[in-house]
């Protein structure tokens, strides 16, 4: 990491004298942070190799994010997610800049290139309407590189089609699991996998799901080890995490 | 039902002048309901062939027990079921009446005799923890004369032990399923068998198990059609329930 | 059930050296649950004489509901249940196919044919805005070939009414108590007859009935023996249940 | 009032000179409400003839109970209701002063004297587990010196003595429906009869009922008009306001 | 009430022989309640002298409301308050029957008459969004014949205009205390008066108000002796109550 | 403050005969809280030197707060501060009088005038979409004549640019810290400076924050000494307490 | 603040030559924090001039308390304030160190000194049973140097004591209002002073307080400007905020 | 896995006339689904190389627990995981196998062996209190071979340490990040570092923590990426996952 570089490059300016020692005291205390190496130079997490750069998209305007995506492409950015772009936003954006949109996932690739699909990530629905939050989950994978596989529509009513998978799912490096209602999917697949499985719990339902909260609580609480949540409908946060974990490097032999 | 009968004969008696119409009004009034021959002569309901009488035992003293339990076995009773006794409790009821106690299930039978074990009901959980609510449930359909099969610890982490039982599950003519934390079970069952699903949520559990109320919630979402759930850690509930399913009648011919 | 025969006759063909161990593996393996004869060849159950098929319409478009149910229709399969369909959907749908649908209950019949009324379900509502909810249920328990009888605004203000009915009540082989506010229906229905009640809670009410909260909880709470609940507003899975058990075969001699 | 009379004493002081004008201000100021002549000299409202007064026994000592409980006797008082006192307490407060005392409802009378029995209140209960609280009422509005009658354990199981007992129901001036669980008692009651009910949910049940919150909402949301609700387990109040109510005056002919 | 007549008079036939006494049963039979004179002919409560009919308006179109006032109206029926009717229904339901209406508190008053103006009920608010709740409760007791007063926008913001209304509320025979955000008005005014408080909980506010849950519990929760509490919103039942209490008879002398 | 002298005036004129012993009760009974010189003439809160009056818009019309304001601005108010008023309403307020609008807080200023910028309040937000709320926080800070300084999407996602504010954050006498989702900013703020810090949860947020429910609980438990909370969005009630505790006077010397 | 003069030379020290760049960079990375001056050298706040310093005793032994005391009286610590300390826990202490220990509040304060009693804080409770709360609020505040007075027992049932007490109330710089149930107080007083107002919700209460969610509802619902809110029961917040606001200094005169 | 080589075997012998098709057929069905290779022989999962076998003790007897740990000793298992088991249980289990047990943590470690310390997990915790929980994560991870850095007591108050330990942070595979209260060191850790967080709940705290729900809410709503969320005091489960992650294989170079 070159930030190291930059601050021993300063303290080298005040030891050959072309610095002061008050001129460096300013410069450290003005940006006390990311000058001084410590890890991140700059907290938007810059994905690695083949991946994207993530725009939420949420609470910003159509213009807004024209601007900021011309901008990184402008850096040579490519694959920039942008999150939680409705279609009208997108297509505003999609006149200034190449857009691959996706509306049921509400998300956008701009400047979409080449990117690798390393691993594999399966990513399940209890049923069909899981499907908006399990497309922002597979598409925020794919767009970081990962090898995504889709299992839809396998909960309780489908549970056959689940077993008939049982391959895939035994293959995976990590599964997200995408529910509703009362969240029991999370609860099977992991009984069955061996990887990590991030569940995530949706807003599909009604009456007593009390708008996900049925599922979430149900995925706090499954007896299946090796699970953990995310938020109600996000999407995003899963395909980020299981692009993580599939994407981690081996353990070092020493 | 030999209520219309009595009305009758108060009708009659007033017809053949025995009775004043001002007397029979007064009758009428004073016992608005069980003499007009409304369906229920007594509410206790009575529990037909083979089956138990119940007798609340939570908010009843030991003594207050013993002593309604001896006037139903002096009246001829058997089987009465006693539910939610403890153990203190219990032992004086057995210094007084022949009782049968289940110190899991806090549940006795005074008077035990004889009883069919008509049908077949499974009463299934997810883990060991859910065994105290689920023979609850068991002892409470056996001694309503039911027959009734045990899959205990069949949840998530067991899935191989439940569907190496479907043969038993699909023979079942009502399922009740035992399950806290997040309630997979009943979906997961319900998804399987072709019979009514009871689903009991338990208060087994910690942290946002809240009480039962993960599994409670999961369970009335389950999106497995046939189910319907009961309070939590109603094992008596549903095992009176399954009863009665069990023991329906075949529909007429006509 | 001929899966069984299906997997005798791979062995078969193994044994008589047709087929080869490695093929019967890959076999095996590639059809894990519904070729090993497992009680379920196809999870959408099959409902039996004189019932209907049920298509789920929440998460379905118009033209998908269309299609699906055409294709049934040249199977030959009648008395399709659509459920919660709009009318706008319903209007795509019924250009395509025929169809007999009830705004109110947001349900539709598609190819609707003779169908049998066997046995005797109740449903009753508290008030009047529960009626919705109520003919969800009295509709599907129809379509799937039961005798129905309607029993609305019975609640609280009503108690008369109720009793007045009391005859149909009693004949019932189960009764769907749908209510919402203070769900006090549940329970006087349930304190009355001696058959299974499925209690349904409306999300009706405002203030502290909290999306049917309440009637939930009072439903869950009911005193009554023989009382289970489905989810708020489930009328649809309450007809089905209420099915199943008014349809329950009579036990066997043996 | 005479407190008028007690200002404009002051007033008239001043007027003739025996007080200074500031010296009135300081007076005024140094006894703002009291002395003015609203509404109420001592908060601690005297309940009125035949009635009792009240010492919140809860968050006091037994020590502080038995010293206040002598003094108000020493100063006449007869019929001293104390709530909230255990039976330990109580054991300590009868020693020193006349005290009848009903542990169930862990309440108490200091010098119990002679009390009228105004009225027609009557205090009806669920189940006999909602007695405790069903008595707290019952004895407070008796100790103010109302008729009460107890109807106990008329819930769902027991309609039929409900209504075998509507002559009295009809003849109160005020009921008190005391229930847990579902809380369907109000509604029913409340139904009935034509005079305000006020309806105490309690804590009794398990489960779903959260503590009394399933048969607080369930009584909030109760259909019938005329009914109001207290907080979970307040007997006191409900007994207190019920004596009100029964208590109230003719309106004046004007 | 003559319904003690009727049966006494069926009873007179069966003794003089004009109805057989098994007509007599079926007759009882199918009029299980309102015919034996239990107090209720028509469970919607005939309000007394100078009061009016009620009509639910909630759940029923225009042309309903419309069909049933006018009916009503042909029967003499004055005063007949129609409540939760949107401007809209309103609109058609004026263009049949003479219509009183009352935008704000979405109220009716169909065939307005004279009507008495009895006691004295105050309806005071904590703040002027709390007014259309209140307008409910005030015009209801109006319309049922009671005299109000109103004292809006009095909770702690304006306490000195509560403590400035003194007189009106120490005059009163029954308060009504709408307030929203946290419900402190119920306990300030229940410490201020001696008569019951009828408190009404509104969903006015935002955020931690919870839809009115904030004020709910915090009336439930009130110190002050003497208070009790409706649904959230429930203006008309808050009205009705009061009315009931205004009009209370003094006890006998007896 | 005056209003003593205006009582002193009152009873000197008592004492010199002027007036007469009964029109000084009559008085000092009509206006009983603000002639005594208790503390607050107008409950409107006059916000001293540099400060602005407050009008709360939620519950008043557009005519309505012209009106008040136009009047206030007669009497000489200049910086009356206009809450929670949309541009709808706003558009016809300005036609009205001078006023600055500020859409996103949807807060105004009528007759804006000089005021200072006293002291040094921090407003920060966990993210960009808390603005809305902090720039209430803000603009009434300001209104109320305080020097403010925004720090704007200093959440964990941009921490190091709250660190390198820093100096900011150190010199401020009161921070108000505004944050949805998870709320931690308000621990994290208030682990760095030793200043009171107020917390504003906001409704930001989807899934699990439930209406803001999430930052709230997270804010009142915050380990950090020194934060205390606000409603959830009440950006007013943080700008006027930080403003209150910005322009506290010093500790007197004696 | 030295820390900026260490970093100071020991960029000096690298511009003399006496410290390589390389080395200064690994002492930079080393103290990210504290050295950099970054306001905070402790985060363990050093309350200033006549207060305490604060040990949390919840998590902690006693012989980690003693130990942790001992300590700091050795480096002259006094005023040392104990908080959430059991009576066991201080015997075991006060054998160690000099200890003055509130039993109530659970509250010490080890090597006891001087303290000044600086401005005006009041604390005031709604009830009797509240007090435990408050004083471990006012404790904590005469702990840290300031002068508190206490009103207890001034809620609805005694508001007129509040009243009496209002020349107390209107001379605080910062009123503390500590209440369970409905948690009235904090509005009241609010609506009566013009200086900040901490609320604290206390866990008093039965029923629908909830543990103490009803006070905190309403307290965060107050319509009085100037309020905010800790967390349940924590009357040492109180007591620190409080204190922070009580010792602000006067805005500077530039 | 062997377990397709043994039913290869059943097939071959079926093909070698060793075995009849019915036979094999019964065998297949006997044993569903471990028989047939389906990924899991015993689903509880055997950890890998290093690891340890979990037993969990919660709803186990002492003697359950040691005859089970003594039967896997036999069968040569060392390292042998035992959750949830008070010192009571560990008393009597330790009488019978070798051992180390961790009061705190509740957890033991049976026939307690070498094994590795792989990669790097850091668990961390906002406060002392919250340690228990990680010590359940901490020891799980270390029984199962990962090498665990502890960094207990960072939360906001301790923010400082948390910083100075960047280093370490920064190397992590995994970290663990256990907090109550406001739940804040999820969001600060998972904003710092660049791989999977695992977030873990405490019921420690107290108020508005209810029962850990503040801290589970915040963690969820967590704006950080790459955070999950295990059950309230899940530290197993945690520690299990953590684990999972930190010894994932690095990606195949195909």
New interface residues.
Partial sequence: MDN?HE??EL??A??D?TA???D??LE???????D?????VD???SVRQGAAE?LYG???TAEQILGIARAMGERGCRNILITRMDAEKAAIVSAGVELEYHPEARLGIAFPGDRPA??SIVVCT????DMPVAEEAALTAEAMGNHVTRLYDV??????RL??S??VL?RA?CVVAVA?????L???V???????V?AV?T????????????????????????????????G???G??AS????????KAD
Avoid: W
């Fill in positions: 190291k601050i021993l303290l080298r005040v030891a004298g002061t020692p008050e460096a005291l450290l205390k003005r940006s006390p942070f990311e001084l190496g410590y890890a991140k907290f938007h997490r993530v949420a609470s910003k390393l691993g209890g049923g069909t309407s909960g309780v009513a489908g549970l056959h077993l008939s049982l391959d035994m490096r509703g209602m009362e969240g029991a999370a609860s099977v992991g009984g069955l996998v061996d990887c990590p991030v719990p807003s599909v339902g009604y009456g007593a799901s009390f708008g996900g909260l049925s599922a979430l609580l149900a995925m706090l609480n499954s007896c299946a080890s090796g699970c953990s949540v995310v938020n109600i409908d996000n995003f946060g899963a980020y995490l993580m974990i599939n994407q981690m490097e081996g353990l």
